[in-house]
């Protein structure tokens, strides 16, 4: 590694931590800005009573000012504490992320395995065969993944497979199955429903990429010196068209978190993604805080960690 | 860009035959691609569909049919009617409004602070061009469905709301680009030339720069046309849309749920609905793209 590209490195790292602050503020803001009362999710509906919500709020240090608000809640995120929810019968929010995390990694990384194993094949399918009816086919799927809506997607498959055929159940396992091959199937159609979107970019992606490779001059001495075909694709162009590869995970992964929240939505899964949901539409702010500041810094140190590993990964990137 | 032309101080002899050349050459390249042409009448005709709704639809979309729920789609109701007795082919029609309008509205918002954030990063460089990509990074972190859903359920629901969240929630991919065509231009000769020769600042970013960033700008508007109406149509399917009675592709879809194993048509219409709009809107913008924008070509 040169030291130019060591400083770059160390920079990516420092620069972690306002991106991070900032995130705070961009996030507390974005919540406490909204309009509507959380105190008023505390009181039953028939019994507003203006003094109740007042002691509530209070209670809830609802009645500080903003800054000493966000000061406060940062202090105590800080050292990874959350809170408690508002709603949840009032579960610790770090406990309640704990009970919905595993649902929803399963599901997530079902669904970024199932979309590299069925992109990367046929991404290289499509650039060795360009215009082919495969390629063609590929083409027009990516298109069509792309256009239609995730939720609709899923009813569609819940009606054939599941209503129609019967092959699939349509929804969430209850608690009585829990031996490892009756849950499995339930993993299907929420797997599939979140995978499309993101098969069919990785899918245009790897194909262009392989497209770009395969032309250049060092492929066609691979060629030249006498190389089976195989070793060519595999051992020579496929590894420099993967490269850029590593960037379009880190971009795909937050749509696969925000996808979480529709389908996980549509298939009651138990995960982040519903949890979520719920929060919102109860205006449980330290849920909704929470999670979102979870997955933002989720991603921004993924996005770091791509960088980073670009820099490793490829020595012709060299930076300033 | 509109504002842009408007300004300038003697157009006539400058946007004659040289301009309407490369127009010509556009449309050339762009009529070339028969599916993307297909996919602008499509637009057109939906559009024409959308206006015209009220009146040609075959029902008052809010009227009953007594006696007649979950009809199966026939002669009298195309698309069928849904559980509460409406004709669903009229609903169809009407609720086409609600996309396409805020697709067109997100889209102004999406492009106006894209451009102007863009444009200012690119123009102005150091510690603003800084603190706005920083802030494009720490916004594009949390999952824009995540944001959405949060700003949607925050405010009340409504077609205006979900207008402005989609608008205030999308603009970032475009303020890159336009970032990126800025820093581009910028070194080149031509722009050089006009800096050596004196031109104001505000004259290079408007003469010089932003027209050349229109192609840019054209494409990813017509893009997020179709990524607007499918985060629009999603909102609405988690009934944080447009609130009733306003009739909308992705509220029908979430109605027609309940009843989806007796009526298959109350969701199987609309989904097409969402689908044949959302793919006529990538189509064109790849081969506007194309037409366009040669260096960005999808293959």
Redesign the interface.
């Known amino acids: 590694m040169t030291p130019s590209n060591r400083r770059y490195l160390l920079r990516r790292l420092l620069l972690l931590v306002p991106l991070l602050v900032g995130l705070t503020i961009v996030v507390f803001a974005l919540i406490h800005l909204a309009p509507g009362d959380p105190a008023l999710a505390f009181v039953s509906e028939g019994s507003i009573d203006p003094q109740i919500v007042a002691q509530v709020r209070k209670n809830l240090g609802l009645d500080q000012p903003l800054p000493v608000q966000y000061v406060i809640w940062i202090s105590h995120v800080a050292r990874l504490d959350f809170g408690t929810a508002y709603t949840f019968n009032g579960t610790p929010v770090i406990e309640l992320i704990e009970q919905r995390l595993p649902a929803t990694l399963v599901l997530q990384t079902a669904a970024l395995a199932l979309s590299l194993a069925v992109s990367i094949p046929l991404g290289i399918v499509s650039a060795k065969k360009q215009y082919s009816a495969i390629d063609n086919t590929a083409t027009a799927g990516a298109f069509l993944g792309l256009a239609l809506p995730n939720f609709w997607i899923a009813l569609m498959l819940q009606l054939l497979l599941a209503v129609s055929l019967g092959w699939l159940p349509a929804s969430t396992p209850g608690t009585d199955e829990t031996t490892g091959i009756a849950r499995l199937k339930y993993l299907v159609l929420p797997v599939i429903v979140l995978a499309l979107p993101t098969l069919a970019v990785f899918t245009r992606f790897v194909r262009s990429s392989m497209l770009e490779v395969i032309k250049q001059d060092y492929v066609t001495t691979a060629r030249a010196k006498g190389l089976s075909e195989p070793t060519v694709t595999y051992r020579h162009a496929l590894k420099n068209a993967l490269i850029p590869m590593v960037t379009v995970v880190g971009t795909q992964l937050a749509r696969l978190l925000g996808g979480a929240v529709v389908v996980e939505y549509i298939f009651a899964w138990p995960g982040l993604g519903s949890l979520a949901y719920e929060s919102i539409l109860k205006r449980d702010y330290p849920v909704v805080l929470a999670l979102t500041l979870l997955t933002g810094a989720f991603i921004l140190v993924v996005n770091m960690l791509v960088d980073v590993a670009y820099t490793l990964v490829d020595p012709r990137v060299s930076f300033r | 860009m509109i504002e842009v032309a408007a300004s300038r101080p003697a157009p006539v002899l400058r946007t004659g035959s040289h301009g309407d050349s490369q127009l010509r050459q556009i449309w050339r390249a762009f009529s070339r691609n028969r599916l993307a042409v297909a996919a602008a009448v499509v637009i057109v005709l939906l559009y024409g569909l959308a206006v015209l709704a009220p009146s040609i639809a075959p029902q008052d979309y809010r009227a009953f049919n007594a006696g007649q729920p979950l009809k199966p789609p026939s002669a009298e109701h195309w698309f069928g009617t849904d559980r509460q007795t409406r004709d669903v082919f009229s609903r169809v029609l009407v609720a086409s409004q609600v996309s396409l309008s805020v697709g067109l509205v997100s889209v102004l918002l999406i492009t106006g602070i894209g451009v102007s954030l863009g444009a200012l990063a690119g123009a102005a460089g150091g510690g603003v061009d800084e603190a706005i990509m920083?802030?494009i990074?720490?916004?594009?972190?949390?999952?824009?469905?995540?944001?959405l859903?949060?700003?949607a359920?925050?405010?009340?629901p409504s077609l205006v709301t979900t207008m402005v969240v989609i608008g205030l929630t999308s603009w970032m991919s475009t303020a890159r680009l336009v970032r990126g065509e800025f820093l581009r231009t910028r070194s080149l000769d031509f722009v050089l030339a006009a800096r050596a020769l004196g031109a104001p600042g505000h004259r290079i970013v408007l003469r010089h720069l932003l027209p050349s960033a229109v192609a840019v700008i054209i494409v990813q508007s017509t893009l997020w046309l179709?990524f607007a109406i499918?985060l629009e149509?999603?909102l609405s399917?988690?009934g944080l849309g447009p609130q009733p009675p306003t009739p909308s592709w992705?509220a029908m879809?979430a109605d027609g749920?309940v009843d989806?194993?007796r009526a298959?048509w109350e969701?199987?219409f609309p989904?097409m609905a969402?689908?044949i709009t959302?793919?006529a809107f990538?189509?064109v913008g790849d081969g506007l793209r194309d037409a366009l924008d040669p260096r960005q070509r999808?293959?």
């Open positions: 920083r802030f990074d720490i916004v594009l972190a949390i999952p824009q469905l995540f944001l859903i949060a700003a359920a925050l405010f009340t179709s499918l149509s999603t399917f988690l992705g879809l749920r989806m194993q298959w969701t199987v989904g969402i689908f959302v793919l990538n189509l999808s293959r």
